[in-house]
């Protein structure tokens, strides 16, 4: 249902946005593509999806209790710094080989950088509704927290389709960044009780604005996109080699018992409890070649 939601959605709204005249710099509406198959889903399915929803934000009770909610955590704030990790590798490399480092002064974009700073925050927040914050956990009732990533990245990286019109090479740079950048989000999220919103749309959009102002992967050069899909899977292999120390797979597996990393924020406010069942038996259901809004 999401996945059958999610793509014409974003080829909908992507096809909308030249009569809005929004420009592409600030905010491309394709990202609100995963959005809209989560609210689909949830007009399906509501108590399932508030359950598989229950810590993308803070909750009044989460927010009360220490042990739910401290600041973004250590794994928050590690994930945060990975996203300019990531955009350094990249670029620093480019620079190298190329002999010459593309660097864009924000005050010489076309329009403000404190409005394409927040339209690319909610537009990150709209596709990671629903890769994150609901495909994610979904997938991890099922498999373990690098599989469930890894299909995640593969989808995410399907779901730009205008990417694979571009070369090769430049498709396979990308593919490998989405799946990397999405194991680096599903083990940092892994066991997060709140705010996962907010964290997964704030690197993503670290990186696209760092991409915007040190990258020109956006007209089809390939060599840029596949130093960013070699940065994304070097900054991905200390997650997966944290992931896998004894103490890692015990607190993943005492997350997975709980029934997904989602649903770990206790009762909502109204006094509901968040699905915690089996999963479903139904299987649910940017960084792009032309600009930086949706990666």
């Excluded at 690098?146 to 990245?153: D, H, I, K, R």
């Excluded at 960044?177 to 964290?199: C, D, I, K, P, Y």
Aim: net charge neutral; proline share 6%.
């Amino acid at each position: 249902m999401f996945l059958a939601v999610a793509f014409p959605a974003a080829g909908a709204l992507g096809a909308l946005q030249p009569a809005t005249g929004i420009p592409d710099e600030i905010v491309q509406l394709t990202q609100f593509g995963p959005a809209a198959g989560v609210l689909v889903a949830a007009l399906v399915w509501q108590e399932r999806i508030r359950g598989r929803l229950a810590g993308t934000g803070i909750g009044r009770r989460a927010a009360r209790d220490d042990t739910a909610w401290a600041g973004p955590g250590r794994s928050g704030r590690l994930l945060l710094l990975t996203a300019p990790l990531i955009i350094l590798l990249a670029a620093g490399a480019y620079g190298l080989l190329d002999g010459d480092a593309r660097l864009t002064d924000p005050r010489s974009l076309a329009h403000p950088f404190t409005l394409i700073v927040l339209a690319q925050l909610v537009g990150a927040c709209g596709e990671e509704i629903g890769w994150r914050c609901y495909l994610q956990p979904l997938l991890r009732t099922r498999f373990g927290p690098v599989t469930s990533s890894v299909a995640v990245g593969l989808l995410w990286g399907a779901w730009h389709v205008q990417v694979f019109a571009q070369r090769p090479a430049y498709a396979g740079g990308f593919l490998l960044a989405t799946v990397a950048m999405s194991v680096v989000l599903g083990l940092g999220l892994e066991g997060v009780r709140a705010n996962r919103l907010l964290l997964a749309g704030g690197f993503h959009t670290l990186v696209n604005l760092g991409m915007l102002l040190t990258m020109d992967e956006e007209d089809g050069t390939v060599l840029p996109m596949v130093l960013f899909g070699a940065a994304c899977l070097v900054a991905a292999v200390p997650w997966v080699l944290r992931a896998r120390r004894p103490g890692a797979a015990d607190s993943a597996a005492d997350s997975a018992a709980d029934g997904t990393a989602c649903s770990m924020a206790g009762p909502a406010a109204d006094g509901t409890t968040p699905y915690r069942g089996e999963a479903p038996s139904v299987a649910p259901d940017r960084i792009p070649a032309a600009r930086h809004g949706a990666r």
